[in-house]
């Protein structure tokens, strides 16, 4: 029985993610996230043109909270105008390169998923690349999050949603792997990725949503921080687990792959014999005198 887990997918995930420290690494994702990519986020989000909405709001529709736990989340951060008018040119210079060393701690963790050396010091550029596109990404996401105007309207933005997200991580993959490995080993570990920020989406709007107000009540401020923290290492243990979960996929597909043809090389009807289902098999010809 415990031979079979061990050389089972399971047991090779169970392995594989054990080596990979996902959970430290899901905490260290939610801490930098928190301290660096946070603020950064708040800056961006009061200068967007189409309404400034602020980071607040993309919180609150990423938790998929109610209108009461949103006003706590609201409440917490610094009003858009207010943030943009405090902030200097060398600050914002400090939070892109703070967030530069966020996209490193990302790439550090899929090149870990798929036991690769890591990239050379003069492929840090990728970092910058990917941290402008994750912020359009959320530009874009917290656009179409808005609530819609019917049920036409909610199909497609729940299908830009899905969409968007699934080119991003995948090409995420891509960026930040600087192409060693393939785009198609890559889907699956996109795809689990988004399957599991929807699932998170779910359990934050059944836990997380009443347990932001109960806290915000016992704990004040504070207890908001927490919730968020907490959903934060929910957000990197799906983002490095859904790439882990990606590999696994990928060779078990060609693992069931060789077992298929191996069956079949062994199903092939010799001559003379019977096969499988009880018909004869081919007749051998006689040699020609």
Same mark, same amino acid.
């Given at each position: ?38 603020? +950064? $986020?708040?800056?961006?989000?009061? *200068?967007? @043109?189409?309404? &400034? !909405? =602020?980071?607040?709001? #993309? ?78 990404? +959320? $530009?874009?996401?917290?656009?179409? *999050?808005? @609530?819609?105007? &019917? !049920? =036409?309207?909610?199909? #497609? ?85 859904? *790439? ?9 597909? #060609? ?35």
């Amino acid at each position: 029985m415990h031979g079979s887990f061990r050389v089972s997918a399971l047991g090779r995930g169970y392995r594989r993610g054990k080596d990979l420290e996902l959970m430290h690494r899901a905490m260290g994702f939610a801490a930098l996230g928190l301290l660096t990519l946070v603020p +950064l $986020l708040i800056v961006v989000a009061a *200068a967007d @043109p189409a309404g &400034g !909405a =602020g980071f607040a709001q #993309w919180l609150a529709e990423g938790l998929g909270v109610s209108q009461a736990s949103r006003d706590e989340v609201e409440r917490l951060f610094a009003a858009p105008a207010s943030a943009l008018e405090s902030t200097t040119g060398f600050g914002l210079a400090a939070l892109a390169a703070f967030g530069v060393t966020f996209g490193g701690v990302v790439q550090t963790g899929y090149e870990k998923v798929w036991e690769i050396p890591p990239a050379r010091w003069h492929t840090m550029w990728r970092h910058l690349v990917w941290l402008a596109a994750l912020i359009g990404y +959320l $530009l874009l996401s917290s656009h179409v *999050a808005a @609530p819609p105007a &019917g !049920a =036409g309207d909610l199909t #497609w933005r729940v299908a830009a949603a899905v969409a968007s997200a699934l080119v991003f991580f995948w090409w995420s993959q891509r960026l930040l792997l600087g192409g060693r490995v393939p785009w198609v080993a890559l889907l699956p570990g996109a795809v689990s990725t988004v399957i599991g920020l929807a699932g998170l989406w779910v359990f934050s709007h059944l836990v997380f949503s009443p347990l932001i107000a109960s806290n915000a009540v016992a704990y004040g401020p504070v207890g908001t921080v927490l919730v968020i923290q907490s959903w934060l290492v929910g957000v990197g243990f799906v983002v490095f687990g859904g *790439a882990l979960v990606g590999r696994l996929l990928y060779e078990e597909r #060609w693992h069931i792959g060789r077992v298929v043809r191996r069956t079949l090389r062994r199903a092939v009807r010799r001559p003379g014999k019977r096969s499988p289902g009880g018909l004869p098999g081919p007749v051998p010809r006689r040699p020609a005198r």
